[in-house]
C-alpha cells in the first residue's frame, strides 16, 4: 500500500497531474492555444491510454475477479458536476492535491482544507437528508 | 520547459497502477474516499476495530465462535454434505464435499479485501505526497508556486486561495457524492466499464472542459 | 436469485471458509436476503458493522 502510494504520487507528479498549467491546457483541449496538439493533448491521451490499458489489463488478469461494483446513483450526475468543476478550478482531483502538497506547493493546503471541508459537509448532508452511501462495504 | 512524462508513459504509469493496486491489494484504486475518512476519524477507528474482529484474529477461535453463533441460529447443523439438507440453489456446481469450501456461489477469481485500517490509508497517502516531494525534489523545483499561473483574474493576493478552497470545496464534495475521483471512476472504474464511472468520468469531464474554456475566456 | 452484495461481504466469504457455515448462504443470501440485517442496513444506506450477522448479533471472538 505505502509502495503504490509512492509510485501514484510519482506518476501524478512525472506526468504533470499537480501542474494547474498542464491540468488546465488538458481540459481546454488545447483550444486556446491555436488547436490541438500533440503537447496539448498529452495528458488527455496519457489518462485515455491508461484507462485503454486498465481495460485490456483486468481482462487479461482479473476478468473473473470480483471488483466492487460501481452502479449509477442518484448522486452520480450531480457529484460528477461538481467535482469537474471543483477539478477545473484547482486544477487538482484529491490524489494531486495531496501531491502538490509534497512539491512544497503551499497553496496546496488551501485546496486540500477545501477538499476535506467538503467531504466533511457532504456526510453532514448526507445524514440530514437521508441519501444512501455510496458503498456498503467501506 | 516539458519536463513531464509523454503521453504513453503516463498511459502506461497510471494504467498498470490501477491494475497492479487490485491484484496486489485487492482493493480497488481510489484516493478521495480514502481521503474522506480523514474527516470522520472516531467512526473510522470503530469500523476498524469491527473488521479487526472478525480479520485479525485467530482462525481456530474465530471458527470455534462462528460454529457457536451457526448453533444458535440454525440448531443443530452437522459437518454433512449440504445437498441433502436443501436443493441446490441455481447456477450451482456439483455438490462440493464435505470439508470443501461450499463452492455452489461460484465464487471464482479474487475478491475484494476487507477495508485497510486508517493507518494503512494514512500511509497510502502519506506516500502520494512522497512522491510529489521526491520528483519535485530531482527536478529542483520545490516549493515553486503552483505551477503556471492562475488566470489573471483570478490569480494573486488572498482572493487566490479563497477561490482554491472553494473549488476544493466543490471537489470533495462532489467525490464524495457520486463516489469517486479521476483514480477511483476515471481508471478504475471506466477500466471495468462500471456504468456508475462511465457516468461520472463523463460528466466530470465534460464539466471540466467547460469550466476551463470559461475561465480561459475570462483571463482576457 | 443471490443477494447482490456477495462480491465485497466479508461474511460471505467468511460463510464460504466451512461447509458447516454454508447454511448462512443458502438461508439468507442466496434465498432470503432480505431478511438478512446487513441487506437491510445497507438499503437504508447506513454503514454496516464489519462483523454484523445476518441475523444482526455481532460476531465477536471471545479472547482465550
Known amino acids: 500500500m505505502g ?39 498529452r495528458l488527455l491521451l496519457g489518462f485515455g491510454g491508461a484507462v485503454l490499458l486498465a481495460m485490456a489489463g483486468f481482462r487479461l488478469v482479473a476478468r473473473h475477479d470480483q471488483i466492487p461494483v460501481k452502479p449509477i446513483r442518484a448522486g452520480t450526475v450531480s457529484g460528477a458536476l461538481l467535482f469537474g468543476a471543483g477539478w477545473a478550478i484547482t486544477g487538482a482531483c484529491p490524489a494531486a492535491a495531496l501531491v502538490q502538497l509534497g512539491e512544497g506547493k503551499a497553496a496546496a493546503l488551501a485546496t486540500l482544507a477545501g477538499i476535506l471541508a467538503g467531504a466533511w459537509l457532504h456526510e453532514k448532508a448526507r445524514r440530514r437528508f437521508h441519501w444512501s452511501r455510496h458503498s456498503c462495504v467501506d | 520547459m516539458n519536463g513531464f ?5 503516463t498511459a502506461l504509469a497510471l494504467g498498470a497502477l490501477t491494475v497492479g493496486y487490485w491484484v496486489v491489494v485487492r482493493r480497488p484504486l481510489g484516493v478521495s474516499g480514502v481521503l474522506a475518512r480523514f474527516t470522520r476519524v472516531g467512526e473510522e477507528l470503530e469500523f476498524d476495530r469491527g473488521v479487526a474482529a472478525v480479520t485479525d484474529v485467530d482462525q481456530a477461535a474465530l471458527e470455534a465462535e ?46 475484494c479485501a476487507p477495508v485497510p485500517p486508517l493507518g494503512a490509508h494514512f500511509t497510502f497517502l502519506a506516500m502520494l ?7 519535485a525534489l530531482l527536478r529542483g523545483s520545490w516549493g515553486a508556486g503552483l505551477g503556471a499561473d492562475l488566470p489573471a483574474r483570478i490569480a494573486g493576493g488572498p ?11 466543490l471537489v470533495g464534495f462532489g467525490t464524495a457524492l457520486c463516489g469517486g475521483c479521476s483514480a477511483g471512476h ?20 465534460a464539466t471540466a472542459v467547460a469550466t476551463a474554456l470559461l475561465l480561459s475566456g475570462m483571463n482576457g | ?41 445497507a438499503h437504508a444506506g447506513e454503514r454496516v458493522p464489519p462483523n454484523m450477522l445476518p441475523n444482526g448479533r455481532a460476531l465477536q471472538v471471545r479472547s482465550p
Open chain 1, 3 to 41: 509502495i503504490t502510494g509512492l509510485a501514484l504520487g510519482v506518476t501524478v507528479s512525472a506526468a504533470g497531474l499537480s501542474d494547474w498549467g498542464e491540468v488546465h491546457r488538458m481540459f481546454t483541449l488545447g483550444l486556446r492555444e491555436g488547436g490541438p496538439s500533440l503537447s496539448a493533448l
Open chain 2, 5 to 9: 512524462l509523454p503521453w504513453w508513459g
Open chain 2, 66 to 111: 462462528m460454529l457457536a453463533m451457526t448453533l444458535e441460529a440454525f440448531g443443530n447443523v452437522g459437518e454433512s454434505p449440504p445437498d441433502l439438507v436443501t436443493a441446490a440453489p441455481p447456477g450451482a456446481t456439483a455438490a462440493a464435499g464435505p470439508m470443501e469450501p461450499a463452492a455452489h456461489a461460484s465464487v471464482t477469481g479474487r475478491a
Open chain 2, 129 to 135: 505526497v512522497a512522491g510529489g516531494a521526491l520528483v
Open chain 2, 159 to 169: 482572493g487566490n486561495l479563497g477561490v482554491l478552497a472553494g473549488g476544493g470545496l
Open chain 2, 186 to 205: 476515471g481508471l478504475t472504474g471506466t477500466g471495468r466499464l462500471m456504468p456508475g464511472s462511465l457516468v461520472s468520468t463523463g460528466v466530470y469531464f
Open chain 3, 1 to 41: 436469485m443471490a443477494c447482490a452484495h456477495t462480491p465485497t461481504c466479508p461474511l460471505f466469504s467468511l460463510f464460504t471458509m466451512k461447509s458447516s457455515l454454508k447454511v448462512w448462504q443458502d438461508h439468507y443470501c442466496m434465498d432470503k436476503f432480505q431478511e438478512c440485517n446487513r441487506f437491510q442496513l
